[in-house]
């Protein structure tokens, strides 16, 4: 059986790799192959992610697809599966839309899935918002959500009647803050955006594609925009005043490019982890001890996620493919001495030993979690 579900990954790599020639490899071709990992690394490197049980705990699917849940089994994987309310996207418009999606998806995973809620901020400055918001929580609650989801458009986007960027510690947020702590359900913050946002065009920086397809969320150059430092300050009150919530900070907290920073909030805040979603690139552009030595001294609080997606206008098998090669990719650099290429960062694999692995692709999610597993163990 093991055998078959290892061709299975084998024959999926291969065709994804036939789909994409402009990064031809072949079986144990180093040089330069998708993302740096050559279709047989890849077959190895998923069973052995496999065999760690891995959860995901970043990521969006809003569609149920027999194949795609096949994936999940083929790799053993468990998911966090998050919305959020994102008025620049048509497909993300509408909160309870979007829950019921992902709601399904989570029922067809077979215990794979768990669901990540969140609230609609456009509607913040509504009479009653927060008792609503905290009435649509707890009704997810007992639907099995076991975290809230913040996003960006709160510091980014959302202004008051005085035309001034809403930051995340907004007192008409705080009641919702503390229902989510005293229900022992964990908030999922992702505020602000890499420097590159706030910084001149930089064709090296690994963000300099995403603000040029996304320009709205380019902060230079706009009028007076919060400064991302205030932004992250008011992340920061939040957990200063509620020290019984667990807050994971999304894409490595937002300070991605600043790892002294970071260790710095992992230190004075005990209630405060990361994930690792989307910034893979940031660690491999460390020099390789500094990487290791970071993710060493902080094993207990990163967080594996990858922010991949899934959704009605996808194509099934190019999306596992997608999904494929981008955990294969992860592996090889975390756990491989493998060269890696990570969004244009070619890197040494980090070669971590295999109890940090485990804290970091399993361990981790289930501690800062709680009910990660759903109803699958
Ligand atoms: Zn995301």
């Not at 982890?273 to 910034?279: F, I, K, T, Y």
């Not at 999904?323 to 290429?341: G, P």
Request: hydrophobic share 40%.
């Amino acid at each position: 059986m093991k055998v078959l579900v290892f061709s299975g990954i084998l024959a999926a790599g291969m065709v994804a790799l036939g789909q994409q020639p402009q990064h031809q490899a072949i079986s144990g071709d180093l040089q330069a192959p998708v993302s740096g990992v050559s279709a047989g690394a890849t077959a190895q490197g998923l069973r052995a992610f496999a065999a760690i049980e891995p959860i995901d705990t970043h990521a969006h699917v809003r569609r149920s697809d027999p194949a795609f849940n096949a994936m999940l089994d083929r790799l053993n994987l468990h998911l966090l599966d998050i919305i959020l309310v994102n008025d620049q996207s048509p497909g993300e418009r509408d909160l309870a839309s979007e829950r019921s999606e992902a709601l399904e998806f989570i029922r067809s995973s077979g215990g794979r899935a768990v669901f990540c809620t969140s609230i609609d901020p456009y509607k913040m400055h509504n009479p009653g918002f927060a008792g609503h918001a905290i009435r649509e929580l707890n009704q997810d609650f007992k639907q099995g959500a076991i975290a809230v989801k913040i996003w960006k458009n709160i510091g980014m986007e959302i202004k008051d009647a005085n035309g001034h960027y809403v930051l995340p510690d907004d007192p008409a947020l705080a009641p919702i803050y503390r229902d989510i702590a005293a229900h022992n359900k964990t908030l999922v913050a992702h505020v602000a955006d890499p420097d590159s946002s706030w910084a001149p065009p930089d064709p090296t920086s690994p963000d300099y594609s995403y603000y040029q397809e996304n320009p709205f969320w380019y902060m230079y150059g706009k009028p007076d925009p919060a400064s991302k430092q205030q932004i992250l300050k008011a992340r920061d009150h939040i957990m200063e005043q509620n020290p019984g919530l667990r807050v994971v900070g999304a894409h490595l907290g937002s300070m991605e490019a600043d790892f002294p920073l970071l260790a710095q909030h992992l230190d004075r805040y005990p209630n405060f982890a990361v994930d690792m979603a989307a910034r893979m690139a940031y660690l491999a552009k460390l020099p390789r001890a500094d990487a290791i030595a970071f993710i060493m001294k902080y094993q207990d609080r990163l967080i594996y996620g990858t922010d991949l997606t899934f959704g009605a206008n996808d194509h099934v098998q190019e999306k596992i493919d997608t999904w494929e090669q981008t955990y294969a990719r992860d592996w090889a650099f975390l756990a491989t001495t493998e060269t890696v290429v990570v969004e244009g960062n070619t890197a040494k694999g980090l070669a971590l030993p295999e109890d940090v692995l485990r804290k970091i692709l399993h361990d981790n999610a289930i501690h800062w979690f709680p009910g990660i597993l759903g109803n699958a163990h």
